[in-house]
């Protein structure tokens, strides 16, 4: 008995963005109910897991460099079992076999929710399974790594073609879940403590089931017990006034906003497929600002896309600067294998697209500062989800503007893991605010009876 127990743990490694993160819990659950448990040792593992990002060739290498190591415990024990899902299996199927010889399993992003059904699977050769079947819905709960906080997929897929992007070649057409399936998991995590859910997908406003839009499901989540409710990713060009009024109107909504801008130049935006042109994306963020008080506003941006001149660099520069954005994720342009954007010259010389990235993180990082600091004084409402990495005496949460909040404990030394408290901001650097608690918690804020 004991020795089944032992032979049956799982070793995960998560690459990439929340949706990697979110089919990643979705599978530890369901191998959790085959009598799997998961190990942060390797050594230890029977199965080892790799989930995989291809949006850029960094994300791709360093998932190889992963693999090749872990490899070794499979050289060493081959009862092991070494497994590649998500973007990357997809993209590179059988192919991933000349990079990473020792794997058994290359399973595709939609495959890989069938692992525990492969692995039953007797035979010598390597299985891969790239097949884009129905998405398998989720019947029970499943794991989550921070049970205050989980990510909910509204939808799968993406059908953009924004020209850089490789996400709709190995995530497949757009699918969305039905309202009820996802008013259904909210309730379930709802049930078992969790305070916040995150609704993700790659275009989370384009949400479209029997007739209701994504303004409408989010009405419904609304209705749940579930207390806080954040969403991601936001298209510009579906970012409609119905939206924008329900992101106003439903108190339970983070006034948070990750609107991608990519760059502000007209002529790089219509070369990129993202059929917006800088103005509309100016309009938007103003009627956004209009409605929704104390918005926080966060982009992404890509540097040194094909033919990207010095003057369309500026002008993604000047919009930074003109909407001051609270953070950005920033990138260098990675040339993707399959995409329309990698049959334009890639001219733009690697040593620019480095000094225009760091350009503009610096911009950047200057803005964040000064909106952080302007932010001392204020009180947030913080979702405790564990202590300070660097300070063990802190607590660490997120704040409804989705910045990270370091609190000081001082002589307080109530457990408030999983707590939504009130937090006096003191002090903010570019990347953290840093406050202490007003007040008791879960008691009404003084000045407000
Ligand atoms: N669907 C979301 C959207 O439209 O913003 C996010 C998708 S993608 C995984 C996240 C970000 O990666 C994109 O917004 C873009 O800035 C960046 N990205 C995608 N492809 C890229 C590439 N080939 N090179 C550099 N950055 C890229
Ligand atoms: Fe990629 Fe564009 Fe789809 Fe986002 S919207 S996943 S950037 S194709």
């Not at 039905?178 to 609704?199: D, H, N």
């Not at 806080?228 to 298209?235: A, L, Q």
């Not at 697209?353 to 803005?367: G, M």
């Not at 979702?383 to 409804?400: E, N, P, Q, T, Y």
Request: hydrophobic share 35%; proline share 4%; charged share 30%.
């Amino acid at each position: 008995m004991k020795e089944q127990t032992e032979s049956k743990k799982v070793f995960f490694v998560t690459l990439g963005c929340q949706m990697n993160v979110y089919d990643s819990e979705v599978l530890k659950g369901i191998l959790t109910q085959k009598g799997y448990s998961a190990t942060s040792k390797p050594e230890e593992a029977s199965l080892i897991i790799v989930n995989t990002c291809s949006v850029r060739e960094h994300a791709e290498v360093r998932a190889i460099g992963r693999l090749n190591e872990l490899s070794r415990y499979k050289l060493e024990n081959p009862e092991v079992k070494l497994a590649v899902i998500g973007c990357m299996a997809q993209r590179l199927g059988e192919k991933f076999l000349k990079e990473v010889p020792a794997l058994d399993l290359i399973l595709g992003t939609e495959e890989l929710f069938k692992l525990p059904d492969y692995l039953e699977e007797k035979g010598e050769k390597p299985i891969v399974a790239l097949s884009f079947s129905e998405p398998r819905e989720i019947g029970s709960l499943p794991l989550r790594k921070n049970k205050f906080s989980s990510f909910v997929a509204i939808s799968k897929g993406c059908e953009n073609f924004c020209s850089y992007c490789i996400v709709p070649y190995v995530r497949g057409p757009e699918k969305n879940r039905k309202v009820s399936e996802i008013i259904r998991e909210v309730q379930c995590l709802t049930e078992s403590g969790c305070k916040e859910v995150s609704l993700i997908g790659q275009n989370v406003n384009s949400y479209k089931d029997d007739g209701n839009d994504f303004a409408d499901l989010l009405k419904e989540v609304s209705r749940t017990d579930i207390q806080r409710i954040r969403f991601m990713t936001s298209h510009p060009k579906d970012l409609s006034p119905k939206l924008i009024d329900a992101m106003s109107d439903l108190d339970k909504i983070c006034k948070h906003l990750h609107l991608p801008l990519q760059s502000g130049s007209d002529k790089v935006l219509e070369r990129m497929n993202r059929k917006y042109n800088a103005l509309d994306y100016l309009r938007l963020v103003e009627s956004v600002k209009d409605k929704v008080e104390s918005l926080s506003l966060t982009t992404d941006l890509i540097v040194g896309f094909p033919g990207e001149t010095d003057e369309d660099f500026q002008k993604t520069l000047e919009m930074v600067q003109r909407i001051e954005f609270d953070s950005a994720f920033m990138f260098k342009y990675s040339p993707r294998e399959g995409t329309q954007a990698f049959l334009l010259v890639d001219d733009v010389a690697n040593e620019v697209k480095l000094e225009r990235l760091q350009t503009l993180i610096e911009l950047q990082k200057a803005i964040s500062q000064k909106k952080n600091k302007g932010m001392i004084g204020r009180t947030e409402e913080v979702l405790i989800d564990g202590k300070s990495k660097r300070d063990k005496a802190s607590w660490k949460g997120k704040g409804r503007s989705n910045k990270t909040v370091i609190i000081s404990k001082g002589t307080d030394d109530r457990n408030l893991l999983g707590e939504i408290v009130k937090v006096k901001i003191t002090d903010a650097d570019s990347f953290t605010l840093f406050g202490e608690i007003e007040g008791s918690v879960g008691s009404p804020d003084p000045t407000e009876r």
